[in-house]
């Protein structure tokens, strides 16, 4: 029985940390969606796209900000490095709507601005995620690993 209940207790560990690793792809993933939405901007600019600022998702729209508004705000929302997140990440999309506009208004030296505090965003987003994914995962609620 001991054996049993050992060996339970292990598949249980097993079953957590694969749902955390599909998670964590789950969000480089979105990670990686996030620089394609920069390529996207780059590629208008570089007249090479005709896509308009409206076309672009907010920051609630994209894969990352469904997982922050959704799942991750019930697990990190104590956490401080996960509520920092929020600001640069809205930034991000705003800067990167702002960017077209600019460009598309003939404003270049506006949108390259632009484009630079698109990138500052995205890069103290990806830090921040890297620091709040590294750090040991809060338990899910209402999951207890002494009751079987």
Not at 17 to 22: C, D, G, L, P
Not at 49 to 78: N, V
Not at 121 to 142: E, H, K, Y
Request: proline letters at 5%; hydrophobic letters at 40%.
């Amino acid at each position: 029985m001991t054996r049993m209940g050992a060996l339970l207790d292990l598949t249980g560990k097993m079953d957590d940390s694969i749902k955390v690793s599909a998670k964590l792809s789950g969000v480089e993933l979105a990670n990686v969606e996030e620089l394609l939405l920069k390529l996207e901007v780059y590629l208008v600019l570089l007249g090479q796209s005709p896509r308009l600022s409206s076309e672009l998702p907010d920051e609630t729209q994209c894969r990352l900000g469904r997982w922050y508004y959704g799942e991750a705000k019930q697990r990190y929302q104590s956490d401080s490095r996960f509520t920092q997140l929020e600001a640069p990440h809205r930034a991000m999309h705003q800067q990167a709507r702002h960017a077209i506009d600019a460009w598309r208004a003939g404003k270049l030296d506006e949108a390259l601005d632009a484009l630079e505090r698109m990138e500052r965003a995205n890069l103290d987003v990806s830090q921040g995620l890297a620091g709040l994914l590294a750090s040991p995962r809060p338990a899910a609620p209402g999951r207890n690993r002494s009751q079987p």
